[in-house]
């Protein structure tokens, strides 16, 4: 969806900083609750890409206040409120029950997992229809506003670009987030110049960015 968590492409968030030896994980809290995210969407009969759509639903402020694994967490806490393994404000509670206080937790809720059909591991397919785009095409990434999950960032959308590589076809992520069917798809790297996404005063260089085809339109 669109909102905080797709902030590729923008400005005025400062230099990236990469720090040489960096390690795993900072925090000894960072690599548990790694394993947390892990763990909460097998316990609550998700996948990786509602995961996604969690992160995405966010309040902005939390989203830039709790920091990457931070928000990992309340995206792990939200998966299992959504299919009923906690109940809304569970977490809190136990955290003030442990810090002295007298607070009542919250009952249990009853489970309601999702439902829905694999069409096998992980998320590459075998599809009959043939590739709608060739390699070397132009193409131009659609304009489209979505209250769901997508992996379409908005800054390419409505820009140009040319078709450089065919990737196997995979699920469609704005379905399966959602639970609504796999809806396989051929994938594509499409190639952008910086100029075209940022305009002519940007710094030269070229970005490869893989695309799902009902993201896609021939230019």
């Given at each position: 969806m669109d909102g905080i968590h797709d902030m590729g492409g923008t400005?005025?968030?400062?230099?990236?900083?990469?720090?040489?030896?960096?390690?795993?994980?900072?925090?000894?809290?960072?690599?548990?609750?790694?394993?947390?995210?892990?763990?909460?969407?097998?316990?609550?009969?998700?996948?990786?890409?509602?995961?996604?759509?969690?992160?995405?639903?966010?309040?902005?402020?939390?989203?830039?206040?709790?920091?990457?694994?931070?928000?990992?967490?309340?995206?792990?806490?939200?998966?299992?409120?959504?299919?009923?393994?906690?109940?809304?404000?569970?977490?809190?509670?136990?955290?003030?029950?442990?810090?002295?206080?007298?607070?009542?937790?919250p009952a249990d809720v009853e489970t309601r997992k999702p439902q829905y059909e694999r069409g096998g591991a992980g998320s590459l397919r075998d599809i009959d229809a043939a590739p709608k785009f060739a390699v070397g095409q132009p193409v131009r990434a659609k304009t489209f506003r979505k209250s769901g999950h997508t992996r379409l960032p908005a800054y390419i959308r409505g820009h140009a670009g040319v078709i450089s590589a065919i990737r196997p076809a995979a699920v469609l992520p704005d379905s399966t987030a959602h639970f609504t069917g796999e809806d396989p798809q051929h994938v594509y790297t499409v190639e952008f110049t910086s100029t075209e996404l940022w305009g002519e005063d940007s710094e030269p260089a070229t970005l490869f960015i893989d695309m799902f085809e009902s993201y896609l339109e021939a230019s």
């Open positions: 400005q005025g968030w400062g230099t990236v900083r990469i720090e040489p030896d960096e390690p795993v994980f900072a925090d000894l809290w960072h690599g548990r609750t790694f394993a947390l995210g892990l763990a909460s969407m097998g316990v609550s009969g998700t996948n990786l890409d509602a995961f996604r759509h969690s992160l995405e639903r966010l309040h902005p402020l939390d989203y830039l206040q709790h920091g990457y694994y931070g928000r990992w967490l309340s995206c792990a806490e939200q998966l299992c409120v959504d299919s009923g393994i906690l109940a809304p404000g569970a977490v809190e509670a136990r955290a003030r029950r442990l810090r002295g206080e007298d607070v009542e937790e």
